[in-house]
């Protein structure tokens, strides 16, 4: 009785091993119709052929993918792949993640991703279901990156990456000054961490973001190297910061939608000038300039220690002037946005002056009068028809053009005008002179001889008439 009851007892002592054992023998990963108990008999398996593994139930496992593989990790929906004490991936070689699973860490200071190759994000969800963070200063006894780059990465698809965390960054991509990293989010992507920043791109990193949502209360860009933002929605500040030694530089343009303020820090007095660059876009936070020594404290607008430079975009507050490239202006629109736009300054013109009136915003630069030169006739006026003389504004080329009375019909009269004052009689010339000069004057004379007689005689008269 004693023996029977024994073996009962050893029976179901045994029965969870051997339910383990069937799970292992049905396989966690295939190639094809071939099963592997482990992830990493499956990837010994593949070499450096070009292969598909797929998951084909949760496991928990540190993951290595050696340098020259080329993988594709295919994650069912409802299949988790969770570390043990590791990093849960640690990528050397070549990898692509697809599929709607999740990739799971859940010890401190390990993440679910750690690449040092090349590394596409095509779906997934990617976390730290463990995550114990309170605070910037509290990690709770476990935090960590759940994505930590120092290759290329570009996470696109559907790709998910996902953290409540308080204490470390959802991503850092980080490289050396001998190997740079790079990271791509384009398409539908998402990376959300509320409490904390969600994407530090740290030193010598290289960040393009195309497309996807990035999310977080906090930062959902810090950026201390290289960033360029032409596309996605980004809910969150984007700060750019740099410190001695190291100049960081972040350009928004192309569709890129900012909800958030974007700002340029210089940390700690540093010579190295944080620039930020704004050619296009949709910002609807503010855009400005802070320091930071024991605490983040908003700098002028003019100040030296950081750049910001606007050429484009659209805004739902005004931009300070001094952000403006050379020949850029603020513009608001009907729906009370702004916009800064290059002026195309085109010559007008009225009756009186000139000016330069911008083509897109209408404003007027550089009012003044015309400057005119002389008189030119255009057409001689005769005796039926009249003539014309125009003048031209040197500046504008706004011409004046004035009518030239008719001349009418030659008169015989003679007509006088005045010579130093002096009025004088213009003889017809077209009555001819006929018969000798002399004879008029000696009939002059003979007359002048008569009256003098004349006068004589009737003065002697009138003094002897007693």
């Known amino acids: 009785m004693a023996g029977a009851f024994l073996t009962v007892i050893m029976a179901f002592t045994l029965l969870p091993s051997v339910v383990f054992a069937e799970?292992?023998?049905?396989?966690?990963?295939?190639?094809?119709?071939?099963?592997?108990?482990?992830?990493?008999?499956?990837?010994?398996a593949a070499g450096?052929?070009?292969?598909?593994?797929?998951?084909?139930?949760?496991?928990?496992?540190?993951?290595?993918?050696?340098?020259?593989?080329?993988?594709t990790l295919?994650?069912?929906?409802?299949?988790?792949?969770?570390?043990?004490?590791g990093h849960t991936i640690i990528n050397n070689g070549t990898v692509t993640v697809t599929g709607a699973g999740t990739v799971d860490n859940v010890t401190h200071a390990?993440?679910?991703?750690?690449?040092?190759?090349?590394?596409?994000?095509?779906?997934?969800?990617?976390?730290?279901?463990?995550?114990?963070?309170?605070?910037?200063?509290?990690?709770?006894?476990?935090?960590?990156?759940?994505?930590?780059n120092h290759g290329t990465m570009t996470i696109t698809g559907t790709a998910n990456v996902v953290n409540n965390g308080y204490f470390s960054s959802l991503i850092r991509n980080i490289g050396t000054a001998n190997a740079a990293s790079s990271l791509t989010v384009s398409g539908n992507a998402t990376l959300r961490q509320d409490n904390f920043i969600a994407l530090k791109n740290d030193d010598y990193?290289?960040?393009?973001?195309?497309?996807?949502?990035?999310?977080?209360?906090?930062?959902?860009?810090?950026?201390?190297?290289?960033?360029?933002?032409?596309?996605?929605?980004?809910?969150?500040?984007?700060?750019?910061?740099?410190?001695?030694?190291?100049?960081?530089?972040?350009?928004?343009?192309?569709?890129?939608?900012?909800?958030?303020?974007?700002?340029?820090?210089?940390?700690?007095?540093?010579?190295?000038?944080?620039?930020?660059?704004?050619?296009?876009?949709?910002?609807?936070?503010?855009?400005?300039?802070?320091?930071?020594?024991?605490?983040l404290q908003p700098a002028a607008p003019n100040e030296t220690s950081s750049s910001i430079v606007v050429s484009g975009g659209t805004f739902s507050n005004a931009v300070d002037s001094n952000f403006f490239a050379d020949n850029f202006y603020l513009h608001q629109n009907p729906d009370g946005s702004y916009s800064v736009h290059e002026h195309n300054m085109v010559m007008k013109y009225d009756a009186e002056n000139h000016w330069y009136e911008c083509s897109v915003c209408g404003e007027k630069a550089d009012v003044s009068a015309h400057t005119f030169g002389e008189w030119n006739v255009t057409k001689e006026a005769t005796e039926t028809e009249v003539g014309s003389k125009e003048k031209v504004c040197s500046i504008c080329g706004h011409k004046v053009v004035e009518e030239i009375p008719a001349t009418g019909t030659v008169s015989s009269t003679p007509t006088e005008e005045m010579t130093n004052g002096t009025t004088t009689s213009n003889v017809n010339s077209e009555n001819p002179q006929t018969g000798e000069n002399s004879y008029v004057f000696l009939g002059v004379a003979l007359l002048c001889l008569s009256g003098a007689g004349l006068v004589g005689t009737f003065i002697f008269r009138k003094k002897y008439s007693k």
Do not use: C, M
């Open 23 to 44: 799970n292992a023998n049905a396989g966690v990963a295939k190639i094809g119709d071939q099963t592997y108990d482990s992830v990493a008999k499956a990837i010994t």
């Open 48 to 71: 450096s052929n070009v292969t598909t593994i797929e998951l084909t139930q949760s496991v928990s496992e540190d993951v290595t993918i050696p340098q020259g593989a080329n993988i």
């Open 74 to 85: 295919h994650i069912p929906e409802g299949i988790t792949l969770t570390n043990k004490t």
């Open 110 to 148: 390990k993440g679910a991703l750690v690449n040092n190759g090349t590394v596409i994000l095509e779906g997934a969800t990617f976390t730290r279901s463990k995550e114990a963070s309170t605070s910037s200063t509290s990690s709770g006894g476990n935090s960590w990156y759940v994505i930590d």
């Open 205 to 295: 990193g290289n960040v393009a973001i195309t497309g996807g949502t990035i999310t977080s209360n906090e930062q959902a860009i810090q950026n201390w190297s290289q960033a360029a933002i032409s596309g996605g929605t980004l809910n969150g500040q984007v700060i750019t910061w740099s410190y001695e030694g190291f100049a960081s530089a972040t350009e928004i343009s192309g569709n890129a939608v900012v909800n958030g303020n974007v700002v340029a820090v210089n940390y700690d007095g540093g010579t190295s000038i944080p620039s930020v660059t704004i050619k296009g876009g949709t910002i609807t936070g503010e855009i400005s300039k802070a320091t930071y020594h024991n605490g």
